[in-house]
C-alpha cells in the first residue's frame, strides 16, 4: 500500500503508484508521477512534470524538477525524467530542462547520486553512473554509462563525460573526458591512464583493456594528429572491437573537444 505521512504534502493530481511511500514535510506537485516502490524520504520537494521509476530511494532535502538556473527560461512546461532504482541522497538538486536544449532533463537507472549533488537543466545522464558528494554538472551535460564523478567534481556545459571513465575528486572538466579513462585536475584536466581496474570490475576481458590501451597509445603517444591515430587504430584493429569502436565515434564526435593533456610520467601500463 501507498503510505504518505500526514504531515506530507501531496497536491491533487500527483501520480503515485502501488508501494510508494512519502516522508514526514515531503511536498509532491501536482504534475509529479511516481513509480510503484519508490520511497521518498522526509522534507524532500519534488514539483514540476516530474516523472519517477520504480524502486527509486531519495533522501531528506533534496528538490527534483526545480526550474532551471537560466536566466532565459520562461516558465516553460518543460520536464524532468528519472529511471528506476536510483538512489539520491541528501540535498541533492535536478532541475528541468530548457526549450533551447530539448526542454528534458533525464537521468537513466540505477545511479547511485550522493549528498549536495546538483544535475543543471537539459542534462543526460546515463545508467550506473556515480556521483560523490558534491560533484556538479552544468546545463547540457552528458554523461554516460558507469562513468564516475568524484568529490567536488565540476563539468562545464556542453562537456561530456565517456563511458566508464573516472574523473578524479576537485577536477574541473571543460572539454570531454574519453571512455575508459582516468582524469584529475584543472587548468586543465590531466589524463593519467586507462581505467583498467575499473574495466575489470565490470566484467571487460584482458584481450579487451590491452586493445583499448593499444588505442590510447596511438592516440597521445604517436606523432599523428587526432584524424590519423583514429585511422590508424581502425585499420590496425580491423575488424575494430566495439569497445574501441566506441572510442573512436566519441572523438568523432566531439563538439568542445576532447582532453588531449596527459600526465608528465604516462602511466598507462599500470594495474
Not at 208 to 213: A, E, G, S, T, W
Amino acid at each position: 500500500m501507498t503510505q504518505i505521512h500526514p504531515t506530507a504534502v501531496v497536491e491533487p493530481g500527483a501520480e503515485l503508484d502501488e508501494e510508494v511511500s512519502i516522508g514526514a514535510y515531503s511536498v509532491i506537485g501536482s504534475k509529479v508521477r511516481i513509480g510503484r516502490g519508490s520511497s521518498i524520504s522526509s522534507h524532500v520537494h519534488i514539483e514540476g512534470d516530474t516523472t519517477l521509476g520504480r524502486e527509486n530511494k531519495v533522501f531528506p532535502f533534496t528538490c527534483l524538477g526545480t526550474s532551471p538556473q537560466d536566466i532565459g527560461y520562461k516558465d516553460e512546461p518543460n520536464r524532468l525524467e528519472i529511471g528506476d532504482r536510483n538512489i539520491i541522497r541528501e540535498h541533492c538538486d535536478f532541475n528541468i530542462g530548457t526549450t533551447k536544449g530539448g526542454a528534458v532533463t533525464r537521468v537513466g537507472s540505477q545511479n547511485y547520486i550522493m549528498a549536495y549533488s546538483h544535475i543543471a537543466h537539459d542534462s543526460q545522464i546515463g545508467n550506473e553512473v556515480i556521483f560523490t558528494n558534491a560533484a556538479t554538472v552544468a546545463g547540457h551535460t552528458v554523461v554516460e554509462d558507469c562513468a564516475i564523478l568524484s568529490a567536488f567534481v565540476a563539468v562545464h556545459q556542453f562537456v561530456r563525460v565517456g563511458a566508464y571513465s573516472m574523473v578524479g575528486a576537485a577536477s574541473v572538466v571543460t572539454q570531454d573526458v574519453p571512455p575508459y579513462s582516468r582524469v584529475i585536475g584543472s587548468r586543465p584536466a590531466t589524463i593519467m591512464d586507462v581505467n583498467a581496474i575499473g574495466l575489470r570490475r565490470r566484467g571487460f576481458s584482458p584481450q579487451v583493456v590491452q586493445q583499448i590501451k593499444e588505442a590510447y597509445k596511438t592516440l597521445f603517444w604517436s606523432n599523428l594528429n587526432t584524424r590519423e591515430a583514429l585511422e590508424l587504430i581502425e585499420k590496425s584493429m580491423a575488424p575494430c572491437p566495439a569497445e574501441v569502436q566506441r572510442l573512436i565515434d566519441f572523438f568523432r564526435s566531439s563538439r568542445r573537444g576532447v582532453i588531449k593533456k596527459t600526465a608528465d610520467k604516462w602511466i598507462l601500463g599500470s594495474e
